[in-house]
């Protein structure tokens, strides 16, 4: 009997690298599962619609609109470390945005990097250059912020752009400095995030999908609220539950997070659904509780001259004991100098991450001069020990 050369068992095994690699390529499902990734099916569909668009240069435009803790960052990995993969050899470019760079494009990047980690087809094959640029061979992503501030008109996106959290990126920082990456290459974008009010980028999107679906029936839109997702992941239904319990269905937080509706009537600088978040249903406090964190928000106003006469700081003391009632007041609400006491309550930085403020304590001084305000404010700061003072000093809190 002959020996197999050492030559035909490497081309073997080449041959057989080669074929697993074009089957587990063929859609990304199976590429999923060569990372013991197992997409749930509202994934899987959203993730295969944009990547035929991109395969076949469509370049079309997608809205996701996921809830809240869903898995829409882990599909949006998975789509990214998918078209790396598929593009290593052919080239290309993409360009994954979120509103800010801290601590939002970490994040993803990080979650990026488990994937492309953990997948057989990907570990040790990908790079990344300049601290947020990511890289398989000729394929290339690159990780930004959308932040007002951010300077990003460099970038070029020829196969992907993706606006992640879209709800909290402004429109004209998009229009200005995002868009025109893919004007001139035709590439497939994709808008994804959780629906707030009628007036965001992630709305206007869209609806502009939904007009396009008309026109050719290509379903651009995928749209999932809490109730698709408990018919897969019965555990998350009962998380939704309990947040339905604790707030109610109404509550802003509930219907945009888990239910994906929209919270409209935004005229003025507080609307129906920024004075429901405002509202809350714990009760007032006069002294802390052990182990709660607090900051101090204060509104400073200048004390009535009428009552200044006859020294700089002024001759009457008012509301404290033993005080002189000076002469009344000329303007109430200018001479009203008022703080807030909040408890920083982190339970919903896994809702809608970041913390809420719930005001505990409230304390208002009318007329009195900055000089008996700070003593009060230091006997409360003593009392409560809040981590953040913050005080209007633009102008008259200047001094205090």
């Known amino acids: 009997m002959r020996k197999t050369s050492v030559r035909k068992v490497k081309k073997r095994k080449m041959n057989f690298r080669a074929k697993r690699?074009?089957?587990?390529?063929?859609?990304?499902?199976?590429?999923?599962?060569?990372?013991?990734?197992?997409?749930?099916?509202?994934?899987?569909?959203?993730?295969?619609?944009?990547?035929?668009?991109?395969q076949k240069k469509r370049g079309m435009s997608f809205v996701w609109i996921f809830p809240r803790q869903s898995g829409k960052d882990e599909a949006l990995a998975i789509l990214v470390q998918y078209l790396l993969t598929r593009f290593e050899k052919y080239g290309g470019e993409m360009v994954f945005f979120n509103p800010t760079f801290k601590p939002q494009t970490e994040t993803s990047m990080r979650r990026l990097e488990t994937r492309?980690?953990?997948?057989?087809?990907?570990?040790?094959?990908?790079?990344?250059?300049?601290?947020?640029?990511?890289?398989?061979?000729?394929?290339?992503?690159?990780?930004?912020?959308?932040?007002?501030?951010?300077?990003?008109?460099?970038?070029?996106?020829?196969?992907?752009?993706?606006?992640n959290e879209a709800q909290d990126v402004g429109l004209l920082k998009y229009d200005k400095d995002i868009d025109p990456m893919a004007a001139s290459t035709h590439a497939t974008k994709l808008f994804a995030g959780t629906r707030w009010t009628g007036n965001t980028l992630l709305e206007r999107e869209?609806?502009?999908?939904?007009?396009?679906e008309k026109k050719d029936g290509i379903r651009r839109v995928f749209f999932f609220d809490a109730e698709d997702v408990r018919a897969v992941v019965p555990e998350y239904g009962k998380s939704v539950d309990g947040a339905i319990a604790r707030l109610g269905r109404q509550h802003p937080l509930v219907k945009t997070q888990y239910f994906c509706e929209t919270v409209d009537a935004q005229a003025g600088m507080f609307p129906p659904g920024r004075q429901a978040l405002m509202k809350g249903s714990h009760a007032a406090r006069t002294e802390p509780e052990a182990?709660?964190?607090?900051?101090?928000?204060?509104?400073?106003?200048?004390?009535?001259?009428?009552?200044?006469?006859?020294?700089?700081?002024?001759?009457?003391?008012?509301?404290?004991?033993?005080?002189?009632?000076?002469?009344?007041?000329?303007?109430e609400g200018r001479d009203s100098t008022l703080l807030k006491i909040v408890e920083v309550d982190m339970s919903t930085v896994a809702l809608i991450g970041r913390p809420s403020y719930l005001v505990v304590f409230r304390k208002e001084w009318k007329g009195e001069s900055q000089v008996v305000v700070f003593g009060a404010v230091q006997g409360l700061v003593k009392t409560w020990k809040p981590m953040r003072i913050v005080i209007d000093a633009t102008g008259v809190g200047e001094g205090l």
């Open 206 to 212: 869209y609806q502009m999908a939904l007009e396009e």
């Open 21 to 54: 690699s074009a089957y587990l390529l063929r859609c990304p499902e199976r590429f999923a599962q060569a990372g013991n990734v197992a997409l749930r099916p509202y994934q899987e569909i959203a993730i295969q619609a944009v990547v035929n668009s991109v």
């Open 116 to 163: 492309l980690r953990g997948n057989i087809l990907t570990m040790g094959k990908w790079n990344r250059r300049s601290g947020y640029i990511y890289q398989i061979n000729n394929a290339y992503c690159t990780y930004l912020s959308a932040d007002p501030t951010a300077h990003v008109v460099s970038a070029r996106a020829n196969r992907l752009l993706v606006v």
């Open 291 to 331: 182990g709660k964190t607090y900051a101090f928000l204060m509104d400073v106003a200048g004390q009535d001259e009428a009552r200044m006469s006859g020294s700089e700081w002024g001759m009457y003391e008012v509301g404290g004991e033993g005080g002189h009632a000076g002469p009344p007041l000329q303007n």
